[in-house]
């Protein structure tokens, strides 16, 4: 079975400053998507954003980017130029490519401050 | 509807009494997943569903747990003679295409289930 590791419970962030999140898997499977989920206090996941196993090219969606190392399982999210809005609980998530509309496998979350 | 709705937000039951958990995917969409997000975890998978068809229960923590959906459309948490340990957010999620999809899980905002 697939697992995902988030060793960081919490973390803190200058308005403006970047933070990184950390996150790795365990799987023995060469195809999958990888995926940070926002959870602010409304409760409604939101994806930030998604890399495909296949893809060497780290995904990049405006201020949020990842470095995906395949080869160590890593797969860390950073945050540039944070603001207000970004403090939530992020998720990171692990789905199997092989097998149909598989469920995301979820680590336990990281939750971001973000200190004006 | 713009999103994926879930009904109640809130509930509380005593120990012993029935719920149902309403959700409202996303219109169109085939697939559906219902997931429970134990305090200060990440969520974990209960069951999926391709129309009305539901492929894979293999997630329900108790034959207390049961989910339907009859129409292809909305779809029905029911947990009998709840117990402390069922207390959780419970989260739907929708995707637009079946078994082979790849596209994105949208989540609802969740029901929170207190039990008393």
């Known amino acids: 079975a697939q697992t995902v590791t988030q060793s960081q419970p919490e973390m803190s962030v200058q308005e403006a400053e970047t933070v990184t999140l950390s996150c790795t898997y365990d799987?023995?499977?060469?195809?999958?998507?990888l995926f940070w989920y926002k959870q602010p206090p409304s409760r409604q996941m939101i994806l930030v954003i998604r890399?495909?196993?296949?893809?060497?090219q780290n995904a990049t969606e405006n201020r949020f980017s990842v470095n995906f190392q395949k080869a160590a399982k890593s797969f860390s999210l950073k945050i540039s130029d944070s603001q207000l809005g970004d403090a939530a609980m992020y998720f990171c998530?692990?789905?199997?490519?092989?097998?149909?509309?598989?469920?995301?496998?979820f680590g336990k979350g990281t939750r971001l401050s973000v200190i004006a | 509807g713009a999103g994926v709705s879930q009904s109640p937000r809130y509930k509380v039951a005593k120990r012993g009494q029935d719920v149902a958990l309403r959700c409202d995917p996303i219109?169109?969409?085939?697939?559906l997943f219902w997931y429970q997000q134990a305090l200060g975890q990440g969520p974990e998978f209960l069951t999926y569903?391709?129309?009305?068809?539901?492929?894979?229960k293999s997630g329900l923590p108790s034959d207390r747990f049961f989910a339907e959906r009859p129409e292809g459309s909305v779809s029905t948490l029911k947990i009998q003679r709840t117990q402390q340990e069922d207390s959780a957010v419970y989260l739907c999620?929708?995707?637009?295409?079946?078994?082979?999809?790849?596209?994105?899980?949208?989540f609802g905002p969740g029901t929170r289930l207190t039990v008393t």
């Open positions: 799987t023995s499977e060469s195809d999958y998507y």
């Open positions: 569903f391709q129309n009305e068809a539901q492929l894979d």
């Open positions: 890399q495909e196993a296949y893809k060497q």
């Open positions: 219109s169109g969409h085939v697939s």
């Open positions: 998530a692990y789905r199997s490519a092989f097998s149909g509309n598989t469920p995301l496998v």
């Open positions: 999620a929708s995707s637009l295409g079946g078994w082979r999809d790849v596209h994105e899980q949208y």
